[in-house]
């Protein structure tokens, strides 16, 4: 990517992450591996504390995070390509989640605009709080004050941000609603993108969607926990927003971890069942093409970003995703029987 995109928006107005970077010693792609990793450790360790808070048995939050780590938008795409700002985003999306799990509305109002910071899409936080406050009717004064205090915070922290960071192309920037409207045509229209957004969202995500619609406790999680189901929708939306479908996808991951995490059964045969988990975490890596040239452009396009590809292998990516699906939903719903998943524990 040319150095002027650093000073074009919407990348210019993503600051965190460069500006620990900046703080830092070192070669700057060393630095940047350094803080990502980091980051995706911390939202690994907060999404498995919030899986054993939602009720999930130890071993099955540690094999739902364990999915997310193994996906190539994981921690892998920090050493391939490391100067990107998603893994603190992600820190932010999980330290976000569980305090709104929480009910800490005062932290999460101090929390949202520093997220804002990093990107836009930690707005979701607001999303997930907002759906868990009207679910269990909860909006009363004091709900509304940290809604207006964080909504405070966001304008004014917005505000000197775009007033200190002018971008290069602000006269021509199109605006997301026109994005959205371009891609959405597209999508319409030109069935070859429509089949390359398809593929890379299935290989970003892998063979959690499978194993989350196998499982009947993860699908009841989503209803029941409405600001997980929220944080899908709004990943689903979000790819509106640019053309990197296979990056973009990944904003649903945590949700999907929780379902399962909580979804899956206790293990009884602890053996039996540490099996069955690398099977799935097997064909979860599958789908990730982890053989695949990535020194080859064209390769890792066609592989991992489709809607890049000059030409992507359209039948292999979509059967080893087929088959890793199945294999995994299969396992999922069989080969991990435990004890009878009694569902999420809500909170009091």
Known sequence: MPPAFARMAPWCHRILTPLVVSRLPGPVPDRFLVV??????????????????????????????????????GPRFSFHSPCYVEPMMMLFVAGGLLLVERNAHWSLALLVPVALLQ?????????CALVRDVQERRLDAGRFASYALMAALVVSSQAILHQAVVP????????????????????????????????????????????????????????????????????????????????????????????????????ESARAWWMAALLVVFA???????????????????ALAPVHGPAPDAGRIALTLGGAGVV?????????RGKAPEGPRRAE
């Open 36 to 73: 990502n990793v980091a980051c995706w450790l911390g939202a690994a360790i907060l999404l498995h504390l919030l899986a054993r808070r939602l009720g999930a048995d130890e071993a099955c939050a540690t094999l739902a995070v364990a999915l997310m780590l193994t996906s190539y938008w």
């Open 328 to 336: 995994a939903a299969g396992i999922a719903r069989r080969g991990l």
């Open 168 to 267: 290069l192309n602000a006269a021509s920037e199109p605006g997301p609603v026109r994005t959205a409207l371009e891609i959405l045509e597209k999508l319409v229209r030109d069935p070859d993108y429509a089949l390359r957004a398809l593929l890379g969202v299935g290989v970003s995500l892998g063979v959690m969607p499978f194993v989350a619609l196998a499982l009947p406790g993860a699908r009841r999680v989503l209803v029941e926990r409405g600001w997980l189901l929220a944080l899908v929708l709004f990943g689903l939306v979000s790819l509106l927003g640019g053309v990197d479908k296979a990056r973009l996808a990944f904003l649903i991951a945590p949700a999907l971890v929780l379902a399962i995490a909580v979804g899956l059964p206790a293990r």
């Open 119 to 127: 990107r836009p899409q930690s707005a979701v936080l607001v999303v």
């Open 284 to 302: 979860h890596a599958l789908t990730q093409s982890p053989w695949i040239d990535l020194l080859d452009r064209d390769v890792y396009l066609n």
